[in-house]
């Protein structure tokens, strides 16, 4: 088989392994075999440290592998990385744009290091900016573009010379639903166009339903390969939407049924919850009553994978959560029980305006959940809210304190997760607990009491002495919330808390926060997972610093519509609702 004829990327029986600076060996990498074929998209999919960045680094010559074979476009990757790399194009999840230079300057850049020529720029350029839709703002600084239009300048430097396989790493990762609709659209325009060949990490699995060919990953060994619906097909037969005879909440159903032995996965879906079992049969519940109603569903890729995923992970344990002293008890001592109160909030920086306007109430108790395209305002909200910064117009009252005199006050009553958890990765478990009940200003008998309590409730007590930088993502998402509870906080702030994190710590995570709500916990999120919109009870959606729509999920659902008639999704919702108000503002200044 010559170059010209082989398969752009053939991955035979490869192994690796890194060393911890702890000494401990880690394999990253377990006998992982597959091929891309020429003019396909390949997805690898699966949670955070499934190997997926370390096959394409591998793919891309950066990494070697410690046995096995890589080839790509018909050449040895590890022995000729420089080789391979004249010819591909690579997007790591970091990609390195110069945040002071501006889009235009960012694209010449690239080009000089890869010697493009300034008659073929003449050809490029106009296509990429077409492509991406970022031919308005090539004289704005790339720091300041959402983190959409990031992604799509950091895609189109890496396309400055067509590659003959393009490796994209997480593009879409805290993207939201909007500019990953439209990355993909230029993708899959570059497959269909260019005949590109593309491998693609992404831990968004539906994203692998479009794809030719996936490969799904976890703890570096690949679980299941072929076409996306060959894997969906497992799950035929076993899914189902529940919904509960007396008309209880779908999150508090969803969180009884995950914990069923019968129940591989749970998930709020429109109202009800859609579940994939063990057996082709819905389970019973003990001592339900009214009795759930059960509908069979049509499988998705998701399901398939999740059958994959929880045999390889086993069991799991409850994840209900026991608060010592209900939280939550004192917020809103008025008659309508509100927790935060907002009201024609706006922010400026400089002649920009992040926040224009804005007003909502949020009850004790309920969970709250602030969404938005990348550049909407909605982080700028959420920091406000936390008394991170402050707003330069409007009233805005948290946990009974005004955030615009009494900060300080406001913030000893908040818990706050962030996408990032704020970790500190050198200090074991004990000691990031020690260090975050000490700055909440807990002391003595009172701290040891807490972080016991912290370490039973969220199960850390094997892992006290680990540093929290080597936990799996899913306990560092335990740690994250642990350290935010320390102080009974009465509302709780998660801020892109799930992002990275695989399918079963989301249902984890979000089963702990149904049950803080049930407690009397208010708590307010943000995420870019729309199906985690479900477990809220109302939602409000911005863009461009103002509120388009606001509701509870069956009221933002409504708003949307199928072409096939079948009942939308909050994804579907959140996208119209979007392009409906950006066509409304085009118009309005033509």
């Given at each position: 088989m010559t170059p010209e004829t082989a398969p752009p990327?053939?991955?035979?029986?490869?192994?690796?392994?890194?060393?911890?600076?702890?000494?401990?060996?880690v394999r990253a990498l377990d006998d992982v075999s597959f091929t891309a074929r020429r003019n396909t998209l390949t997805a690898l999919v699966g949670p955070d440290g499934g190997g997926k960045t370390?096959?394409?680094?591998?793919?891309?010559?950066l990494v070697t592998a410690d046995d096995g074979a890589a080839r790509v476009l018909g050449i040895d990757a590890g022995a000729e990385p420089q080789a391979v790399q004249r010819r591909i194009g690579y997007m790591p999840q970091k990609f390195g744009l110069y945040e002071d230079l501006t889009v235009q300057q960012n694209l010449d850049l690239y080009a000089?290091?890869?010697?493009?020529?300034?008659?073929?720029?003449?050809?490029?350029?106009?296509?990429?900016?077409?492509?991406?839709?970022?031919?308005?703002?090539?004289?704005?600084?790339?720091?300041?573009?959402?983190?959409?239009?990031k992604q799509k300048l950091g895609l189109a430097c890496t396309l400055v010379r067509l590659p003959d396989l393009l490796l994209l790493d997480e593009p879409t990762v805290g993207v939201d639903p909007l500019s990953r609709k439209e990355l993909w659209e230029i993708v899959r325009h570059l497959i269909r166009d260019s005949g590109l060949t593309v491998v693609v990490s992404t831990s968004y699995l539906d994203e692998a339903e479009f794809c030719d060919h996936a490969v799904a990953l976890h703890l570096g060994k690949v679980l299941a390969q072929g076409k996306p619906q060959d894997i969906t097909a497992r799950a035929a037969g076993r899914v189902f939407l529940a919904a509960a005879g007396d008309g209880a909440a779908a999150r508090a159903l969803q969180a009884r049924l995950f914990r069923h032995p019968g129940v591989v996965d749970a998930a709020p879906q429109a109202g009800r919850v859609r579940i994939v079992t063990h057996e082709p049969q819905p389970p019973r519940l003990a001592g339900d009553a009214a009795g759930l109603i059960y509908a069979p569903a049509t499988p998705r890729f998701e399901d398939g994978f999740m059958l994959l995923f929880r045999a390889a992970v086993g069991d799991i344990r409850s994840t209900a959560i026991r608060l010592e002293h209900g939280l939550g008890g004192v917020v809103g001592n008025g008659a309508d029980g509100v927790a935060v109160e907002v009201s024609g909030l706006r922010r400026r920086f400089g002649d920009f305006v992040a926040v224009d306007d804005v007003s909502f109430k949020v009850r004790r108790g309920e969970i709250y959940g602030l969404l938005g395209p990348n550049g909407a305002g909605k982080s700028t909200t959420f920091r406000m809210l936390c008394g991170l910064i402050p707003a330069s117009?409007?009233?805005?009252?948290?946990?009974?304190?005004?955030?615009?005199?009494?900060?300080?006050?406001?913030?000893?009553?908040?818990?706050?997760?962030?996408?990032?958890?704020?970790?500190?990765?050198?200090?074991?478990?004990?000691?990031?607990?020690?260090?975050f009940?000490?700055?909440?200003?807990l002391r003595g008998a009172r701290k040891r009491e807490r972080i016991e309590w912290a370490k039973a409730q969220f199960e850390l007590g094997s892992l006290a002495g680990l540093p929290s930088g080597q936990l799996p993502g899913g306990y560092?998402?335990?740690?994250?919330?642990?350290?935010?509870?320390?102080?009974?906080?009465?509302?709780?702030?998660?801020?892109?808390?799930t992002s990275g994190a695989d399918p079963l710590a989301r249902r984890e995570f979000w089963g702990r926060i149904t049950a803080l709500s049930e407690q009397g916990v208010t708590v307010i999120v943000t995420t870019h997972f729309m199906e985690e919109a479900e477990y809220c009870d109302r939602i409000i959606i911005m863009d461009g610093g103002v509120a388009l729509a606001e509701g509870s999920p069956g009221e933002i659902r409504a708003r949307a519509k199928?072409?096939?008639?079948?009942?939308?999704?909050?994804?579907?919702?959140f996208i119209a609702i979007v392009e409906a108000a950006r066509r409304e503002a085009a118009e309005a200044v033509r």
């Open positions: 990327v053939d991955i035979q029986r490869v192994h690796k392994s890194f060393r911890r600076a702890t000494g401990e060996t370390t096959l394409l680094r591998m793919m891309a010559g000089d290091l890869h010697g493009v020529e300034r008659a073929a720029r003449r050809e490029i350029y106009p296509r990429l900016l077409h492509m991406t839709a970022l031919g308005r703002f090539t004289g704005r600084l790339a720091g300041a573009l959402s983190g959409g239009m117009g409007g009233t805005l009252r948290v946990a009974g304190a005004d955030l615009r005199a009494s900060r300080a006050e406001a913030r000893a009553r908040l818990g706050y997760v962030a996408q990032k958890f704020s970790l500190y990765g050198d200090l074991s478990v004990d000691e990031n607990l020690d260090f009940a000490s700055a909440y200003g560092k998402q335990r740690l994250a919330m642990a350290a935010a509870l320390l102080h009974e906080p009465e509302i709780l702030f998660l801020d892109e808390a199928r072409r096939d008639d079948s009942e939308p999704t909050m994804e579907d919702a």
